[in-house]
């Protein structure tokens, strides 16, 4: 039986009554958008397939903000706001947790690159990979 190329890391928003865990080599991609959400949030994207995502604790705690397409499904703790994963309209099958709301990851390598959200539309189309399932 071969070993999982993936590490189960908690996390969770600034009051820990949001908590999940989520499933990521040791370096991950991740990306720093500039649309106008993230811009203003912070946000650092890992996008991950439904199957390495897992809410822990807390969805009664969730509240949600949709715009624009209502497609994508932003999650804030409704007691601290901190909006630690979301449901991306890039991804619509799968989950972005922000790489900042991670515990401990001092041994992950986080490579961020930059994604232009401003031109959303024509630059979509590079993330759709990211919630498939692969080793």
Known sequence: MSQSPFTWRAGGCH???????VAVPDVVEAQSCNCSMCAKTGF????????????TRGAER???YTFNTRVAK???CS?????AFYRPRSNPDGWSVNARC????????VVI??????NWEANAH??????????
């Open 15 to 21: 009051c820990g009554g949001v908590r999940f865990e």
């Open 44 to 55: 650092v994207h890992v996008i991950v397939p439904e199957s390495r995502f897992r809410l």
């Open 62 to 64: 969730l509240s949600e």
């Open 74 to 76: 932003h999650l804030f």
């Open 79 to 83: 007691e601290c706001g901190v909006k």
């Open 102 to 109: 991670l515990d401990d990851a001092d041994d992950l390598e």
């Open 113 to 118: 690159e930059a994604f232009d959200g401003k």
């Open 126 to 135: 590079t993330l759709s990979h990211l919630s498939k399932e692969h080793a």
